[in-house]
């Protein structure tokens, strides 16, 4: 694979959303000189759109009922590629009379053209089918790096390929299926991939087209009860920025310069007297993929102390009355990329030691974690069986916690022996699970998280507030160092396979705060042992997306392949 390459996008496209009109649910994407093509699955139809004004013209006016179905799309010369239910098709851009060129027993996912080569990719079998162009011979076949529907694009000796379900873009090295690296996508539900290059002679922009079905209120008039929920198609491209450091083993993609502000409000539940007290609010992190801009405080000054390398924001009262009123808090400007980490087994020395302070730290039960007790050392044990690796031993206790939680909000959080017993959990009984069984399998593990800003980065400047908090876990891998894992999020389908786009990554709205030391603390001299902090005071959380940034070795470059896509 060539070395890539850092450059400026092309500034008049930089960040622009591209949204066709009238179309539905696109998938697939292909470029054409200075236009894209994708096609409108619902519709069948086979758009151009000019990126610059979103202007679109369909392709195929008389023709539309042998689109409907359509997924993936390639031009390859004056031919489109594309597939339909288990077909592979190709045709003649003039004449738009569609050929078979191949029929798999499974639905076809996506189709990519480069050469004499054809990829075909299949879910439902697992691979990436390669055949000869001329004859349909099938002559190999590659293991899809993702669990779900795939559609592909060539750039050289690149197989460049999106997966929907992971939300992930995987570079490949077309003739081995080798992962060269993974990255996340800003959006949900990606459905095709191209490389544009514009006219001036800029590097090529990585463009992702994406569909699904987004929930909204509609307001009837007619009815009784005029507030319905209903769903709606939402469709767009989108620009997906690079930055890969392959000797660091992570890839950074498009982030957001993100205002978040969390703020307790006095509302004690009863009358109180509380003198010389201390209220310790853990701030944001500095991480490889959250820098924080500016820190201000917001209802009460406060000072900024550090506890086990993370910031805390300390606030102090002489004292508080009985029901006295007030806020105390601090607002961030955050800049919050998307983080990957590709790293295989064979990247990790199995007989790497933990330091004697990571083992005092984090291969004890420090939190209620149960495990000590016949339920969680049983399900360790079962979980890893033989494996030594951290990496698979990770993985394998991941899946084992999937395959027997389901998900569900619970009254409070149980600890992770009756959680596993009862069968369904909260993201914190999930992470209580998983801690115990991998500080029980040698694993150092730690809490982060809090917070997620609502996902929605199309909404610019406007205050969204989060329904929950949220919390994951990082372990540790000698060698290496710190790695996130989600808690429940990929837990989405029964008994697997499940997706690993947050296992060693991090979606863009990932907020990382105090890690592996407690979010809030409050003391004072006088603290009755009945008064949790609940009874004193409630939060608000708000954040406002300000702005796109691109990332990089100095977060202002990306990562972009030479050469044309195929």
């Known amino acids: 694979m060539p070395k890539p390459e850092y450059a400026f996008p092309d500034a008049s496209l930089q960040h622009s ?34 990126p610059h004004t979103n202007d679109t013209i369909i392709l195929n006016p008389y023709c539309v009922s042998d689109w409907i179905g359509v997924t993936s799309l390639t031009l390859w010369h004056d031919t489109f590629w594309f597939a339909k239910g288990q077909e592979v098709l190709w045709c003649e851009r003039q004449t738009l009379i569609p050929t078979i060129f191949t029929r798999l027993p499974y639905p076809v996912n996506g189709v990519a053209v ?73 959006f949900s539900s990606p459905t095709g991939i191209a490389f544009y290059s514009s006219a001036d002679g800029q590097e090529p922009i990585c463009y992702i087209v994406y569909a699904h079905e987004e929930p909204y209120i509609r307001d009837d008039p007619n009815a009784e009860f005029p507030y319905q929920l209903t769903f709606r198609d939402r469709t767009f491209i989108h620009p997906l920025y690079i930055h890969h450091n392959p000797a660091a083993h992570y890839t950074l993609s498009n982030g957001y310069l993100v205002e978040l502000s969390y703020v307790e409000e006095l509302l004690p539940l009863e009358a ?103 339920t969680i050392r049983q399900a360790a044990k079962e979980a890893i069986g033989t494996e030594t690796n951290v990496l698979r031993k990770m993985l394998k206790i991941r899946n084992y916690v999937y395959d027997r939680l389901s998900y569900g909000i619970q009254p409070c959080i149980d600890t992770p022996d009756v959680a596993l017993e009862r069968g369904v959990g909260s993201c914190g009984e999930y992470v209580g699970v998983l801690l115990a069984l ?106 406002r997306i300000l702005e796109e940034l691109v990332p990089g070795c100095d977060l202002t470059q990306l990562v972009t392949p030479k050469g044309e896509s195929a």
């Open 438 to 543: 991998a500080r029980l399998s040698g694993i150092a593990c730690r809490t982060i998280g809090r917070y997620k800003c609502p996902p929605h980065p199309d909404r610019r400047n406007l205050l969204l507030e989060p329904d929950f908090n949220h919390v994951w876990l990082e372990f540790y891998v000698p060698g290496v160092g710190w790695l996130p894992m989600e808690s429940n999020v990929d837990d989405i389908v029964e008994r697997g396979p499940y997706p690993e786009r947050f296992f060693m990554g991090l979606a863009w709205y990932h907020t990382e705060i105090g890690k592996g030391i407690r979010f809030v603390k409050m003391t004072a001299e006088d603290l009755p042992k009945h008064i949790t902090l609940g009874d004193l005071a409630i939060n608000h959380i708000r954040f």
């Open 17 to 50: 959303m591209i949204r066709p009109i009238g179309v539905y649910a696109l998938s697939g994407l292909a470029v054409d000189g200075d236009r894209l093509l994708a096609v409108d699955t619902v519709r069948g139809y086979l758009i151009c759109v000019d």
């Open 114 to 186: 480069c050469e004499s080569t054809v990829y075909v990719s299949c879910q439902k079998s697992g691979y990436i089918h390669i055949f000869e162009r001329s004859t349909g011979e099938l002559i190999g076949r590659l293991p899809q790096p993702g669990v779900g529907p795939e559609t592909m694009t060539v750039v050289n000796e690149a197989l460049w390929v999106c997966d929907r379900t992971e939300q992930t873009v995987y570079c490949l090295d077309r003739s081995t299926g080798a992962v060269q690296f993974s990255t996340l996508t800003p």
């Open 272 to 374: 109180v007297t509380l003198n010389h007290v201390e209220w310790r609010i853990a701030l944001p992190s500095d991480t490889l993929r959250q820098r924080i801009r500016r820190i201000e405080p917001i209802g009460h000054p406060f000072t900024i102390e550090e506890q086990e390398g993370q910031k805390v924001a300390v606030f102090r009262f002489d004292q508080l009355q009985p029901h006295q009123g007030g806020l105390l808090g601090w607002k961030a400007i955050i800049e919050m990329y998307s983080l990957k980490y590709y790293l295989s087994p064979a990247d990790v020395e199995d007989n790497l030691p933990l330091s004697p302070e990571l083992q005092q730290r984090y291969l004890v039960d420090d939190d209620d974690l149960a495990m000590d007790t016949a």
